[in-house]
């Protein structure tokens, strides 16, 4: 099991449906093909040592070629991996952790990350890209660098230098206009660059966003002459070459969050050269790292949101399907965006037991985890690892969700924009990944700007005095330092009090900070208030 899932990258659904007659050979390479309850959905490579231990195992269970290989649940599964890997030293993982180790060897191997995709089931080339460090000036000058001639050409240094010289200046951009013009006048105080404009991709056109050496009317014709090279840029994340009236145009993909939102068009005095084209590409996806910054900081201080609700259908959402097949209402109680284009839900559940809600989120093709928290009886709190689903097209968007509920297949899910964002991007980009998603209202609201100071109340009117004085004595005594400055037992004996009573005082009032840090407006209810 775990090298199916550290070695092959198999999730544990597609475990429990391996077959040796889905292993065929080619010269000396082994390929497996993967299947879930509709039919094959890739090929995964196998390593010859594992396609080996698979044929052994079965001959000496008597499986044959049409059967599974493992007789159990992927549910079943899943726990074993997690039991197996605990009692062996050095490893503690589930079957998620497996498949992130998969593709973090192959990536660290040099195997393209499109051919990591494709084996290991991502569907997009941005799922794995928390596993690609970020490229400093050095790794652009080694990745740019020609390596059959005896240097680096004096443009394509230049080139790069300006690539890190950009990254600097977009650092304290403050609005995505800031950050267009920034990057325009930049580009254009470079040699060999005439003039540069950035449009944004809004619905089937372009907005104008900046430029520099050229004026906004000349940008528009530009955008006229040139819509379906611009077009074709965005979509296809190549940076293309057009000859204008007046010189070269290369037009730029600015790839914001592993998606091209808009296009940088750079007009040059010289033709644009593969290497230099390389070049371009990095100041686009620099950009584009500038402008989601900016939205991820408009949208934590802005005052007026735009909320949207969407109402989303059992197709669409697992939480739905949940609550319509064990008749039960779910809630999100917390939700954490996780690598490799995931999100890490917190659902309470009422009216339902664990086990059948384990049961059915281990069986849904958008759940690639899922865990019990706390089990109460005719409910249950899990964590769930959803690959796809409405809310992950929002976040993916730049929209933050406020609140996701469901009641007897019908779900509805939450989100806000700052005042001044494209809502129809983001309605666009859910329904487009959800056809059966529909928006059932929007409006404005005013979101309350807490001070420092209005924190520290609201969290002292929720401590004891006894919580209060056990929590500052541990922060000034280096209790939460690493290594720790006192131990509970030294500061137990400092404050006079047992070592139970202390972690107990302690749980607490980390308990309530950790609350009061999280809450979505103060005075709302924490999870386990909730349960309570």
């Given amino acids: 099991m775990l090298r199916l899932g550290g070695e092959v990258g198999l999730r544990p659904a597609e475990m429990a449906r391996v077959r040796l007659g889905d292993v065929e050979s080619q010269d000396s390479h082994h390929f497996l093909a993967v299947r879930d309850g509709d039919g094959i959905t890739r090929e995964a490579y196998l390593p010859t040592d594992v396609e080996h231990d698979l044929r052994k195992y079965a001959g000496s269970v008597g499986v044959g070629d049409d059967e599974p290989l493992l007789t159990v649940s992927p549910r079943r599964l899943q726990m074993l991996v997690g039991d197996v890997s605990a009692r062996v030293e050095g490893i503690d993982a ?4 497996l498949r992130w180790h998969f593709a973090a060897e192959l990536i660290d191997t ?7 995709c494709a084996i290991g089931g991502w569907e997009r080339l941005d799922s794995l890209e928390p596993l690609l460090t970020d490229p400093d000036r050095e790794d652009v000058a080694a990745a740019l660098a020609d390596d059959d001639g005896p240097d680096v050409s004096a443009e394509l240094r230049k080139d790069v230098e300006l690539a890190a010289d950009l990254g600097t200046a977009l650092v304290g951009a403050a609005t995505g206009g800031e950050v267009a013009q920034t990057s325009c006048e ?6 060999g660059i005439r003039f540069a404009w950035l449009a944004e991709r809004t619905g089937n056109g372009f907005t104008f966003r900046g430029a520099s050496g050229i004026d906004e009317a000349a940008v528009e014709h530009a955008l006229d002459e040139h819509e379906a090279a611009a077009i074709d840029a965005v979509e296809t994340s190549t940076v293309g070459v057009e000859q204008a009236a007046d010189g070269p145009l290369a037009l730029v993909p600015v790839v914001r969050e592993g998606a091209a939102a808009g296009v940088l068009a750079v007009g040059t005095t010289d033709a644009v050269r593969e290497d230099r084209r390389d070049a371009l590409a990095v100041l686009g996806t620099q950009v584009g790292h500038a402008l989601a910054a900016v939205e ?10 735009v909320e949207l609700d969407f109402r989303c259908p059992t197709e669409s959402s697992f939480v739905a399907d949940l609550s319509e097949a064990l008749e039960c209402h779910v809630e999100l109680s917390g939700m954490v965006p996780v690598g490799g284009g995931s999100l890490l839900y917190y659902l309470v559940v009422e009216g339902a037991g664990a086990d ?5 989120a281990s069986a849904a093709d958008a759940v690639a985890d899922a865990r019990l928290i706390e089990d109460y009886g005719d409910g249950a709190s899990v964590e769930v690892v959803v690959d ?3 809310a992950l097209a929002a976040v993916e968007s730049g929209a933050r969700v406020r609140s996701l509920r469901a009641d007897g297949g019908d779900a509805t899910v939450t989100v806000e924009l700052p005042g001044e964002a494209d809502v129809r991007a983001v309605v666009d980009a859910v329904t487009d990944a959800h056809p059966s998603v529909s928006l059932a209202a929007k409006q404005q609201a005013d979101r309350s700007v807490e001070t420092d100071q209005g924190f520290r109340e609201r969290l002292a009117d929720r401590l004891s005095d006894r919580q209060a004085t056990v929590l500052r004595a541990a922060y000034h005594s280096g209790y939460f330092e690493w290594p720790r400055g006192s131990t509970a037992e030294e500061l137990a004996d400092s404050l006079d009090v047992s070592s139970p009573t202390l972690h107990n005082h302690l749980r607490k009032a980390q308990q309530k900070l950790l609350t009061a840090f ?10 386990a208030d909730r349960r309570r």
Avoid: I, M, Q, Y
């Avoid at 930049?186 to 040699?191: E, G, H, I, W, Y």
């Avoid at 059948?356 to 059915?360: G, K």
């Avoid at 999280?518 to 999870?527: A, I, L, R, V």
């Fill in 94 to 97: 589930s079957s998620r952790d």
């Fill in 186 to 191: 930049r580009l254009t105080a470079a040699d």
């Fill in 296 to 305: 991820r900081k408009r949208l934590l201080l802005a005052d007026t949101v």
């Fill in 388 to 390: 796809a689903s409405p």
């Fill in 356 to 360: 059948p809600v384990l049961s059915h």
């Fill in 518 to 527: 999280f809450d979505e407006t103060p005075g709302s209810p924490s999870t």
């Fill in 110 to 116: 040099g195997v393209p990350p499109h051919v990591v």
